[in-house]
């Protein structure tokens, strides 16, 4: 079974920086696309960022500039390192990946980020 854990959620203030990673368990192969989602409260869940196999990145416009996101393929990691955190950043962050064969999408549990003014 193939889970995502996510990591390095938490409460910092304005302007700050977080890390946030997610690990790939379970058998897998042929991961296409790792990235990262997120939603707020009453939103939708919205893309931030994500990677693709051939190392091509994909940003929100609200994040370009401030966030960058990477992938270890060897380990089926993927990081986001955030910069410069505004309270319109709190949400909650799922990692994502999608295949190559089939297109199957896998979600991990989510990891709460809270920017205080």
């Known amino acids: 079974q193939v889970q995502l854990a996510e990591s390095g959620g938490g409460l910092v203030q304005a302007g700050g920086s977080l890390s946030l990673s997610c690990a790939v368990s379970g058998r897998i192969s042929g991961i296409d696309v790792m990235g990262w989602y997120r939603q707020a409260p009453e939103k939708q869940r919205e893309l931030v960022a994500m990677v693709r196999r051939f190392g091509t990145t994909t940003y929100a416009d609200s994040v370009k500039g401030r966030f960058t996101v990477s992938r270890d393929t060897a380990k089926n990691t993927v990081t986001l390192q955030m910069n410069s955190l505004k309270p319109e950043d709190t949400a909650v962050y799922y990692c994502?990946?999608?295949?190559?064969?089939?297109?199957?999408?896998?979600w991990g549990q989510g990891t709460q980020v809270t920017v205080s003014s």
């Open positions: 994502n990946l999608m295949t190559v064969v089939g297109a199957h999408t896998y």
